[in-house]
Every structure is written in structure tokens, then in C-alpha cells.
């Protein structure tokens, strides 16, 4: 079984900077893909940013390409997202997911485990 548990939400003024942390428990992890997800009220879950455990290589959607990083911590089983030049459309609740498989996979029902999600708000 899999744990993971979000945080760092919370209020910002567009142009301001977040950062997100999901703690990982549970299974191992080298062999799996972890992702963030949001979803904005009425519309449906996105892909943000995707990263393979064991190598770190990571890809982003489009709209937050170059303002958004997302990184692992091994040794603390901890993945993170950095958010900066963030915008009123990046408001959303933000979720932290796991693949049992490597690759770049961008489809939330690619993904088999999910945190409770944690919310961002950007203030114009």
C-alpha cells in the first residue's frame, strides 16, 4: 500500500512562489512514476508535471513549462513542486500521484495511488 499526504498550500499573490511537498510512505519507489495533478472548480483533472523516481528525469505541461519544477527527495521520501510566477488560472487543488510504472505518463487513470489534495489560491 501507498501513503501520500500533500501540503503547502494556501493564498498567494499572482506573481508570488509556492512550494508543495507530498510525502511518500509505503511500497518501494524506485520503480515508479510520480506526477502532480490539479483540478479547478467545474473542470477536470490536469497533468502538471511528471517525474521518475530513480532518475529524476521530469516533464511539464505546457502551461506551467518554465515556472514550475518538480523534484524528489530520496532520502526522504518527499516529491516537490515549485511554483513561481504563479497566476490567478493557476488556482486549483493540487494533488500528488503515483504510477506502478516508468514513463512519461501524463493521464490521471495511468496513475493507482493518490494524496487528499491541497489548495492553491492566486490572487490577482
Known amino acids: 500500500q501507498v501513503q501520500l499526504v500533500e501540503s503547502g498550500g494556501g493564498l498567494v499573490q499572482a506573481g508570488g512562489s509556492l512550494r508543495l511537498s507530498c510525502k511518500a510512505s509505503?511500497?518501494?519507489?524506485?520503480?515508479?512514476?510520480m506526477a502532480w495533478f490539479r483540478q479547478a472548480p467545474g473542470k477536470e483533472r490536469e497533468f502538471v508535471a511528471r517525474?521518475?523516481?530513480?532518475?529524476?528525469?521530469?516533464n511539464y505541461a505546457d502551461s506551467v513549462k518554465d515556472r514550475f519544477t518538480i523534484s524528489i527527495d530520496n532520502a526522504k521520501n518527499m516529491v516537490y513542486l515549485q511554483m513561481n510566477s504563479l497566476k490567478p488560472e493557476d488556482t486549483a487543488v493540487y494533488y500528488c500521484?503515483?504510477?506502478?510504472?516508468?514513463?512519461?505518463?501524463?493521464?490521471?487513470?495511468?496513475?493507482?495511488?493518490w494524496g487528499q489534495g491541497t489548495q492553491v489560491t492566486v490572487s490577482s
Open positions: 517525474i521518475t523516481w530513480s532518475s529524476g528525469r521530469a
Open positions: 500521484a503515483a504510477a506502478p510504472r516508468v514513463g512519461v505518463l501524463v493521464w490521471k487513470s495511468e496513475y493507482d495511488y
Open positions: 509505503g511500497r518501494t519507489f524506485s520503480s515508479r512514476t
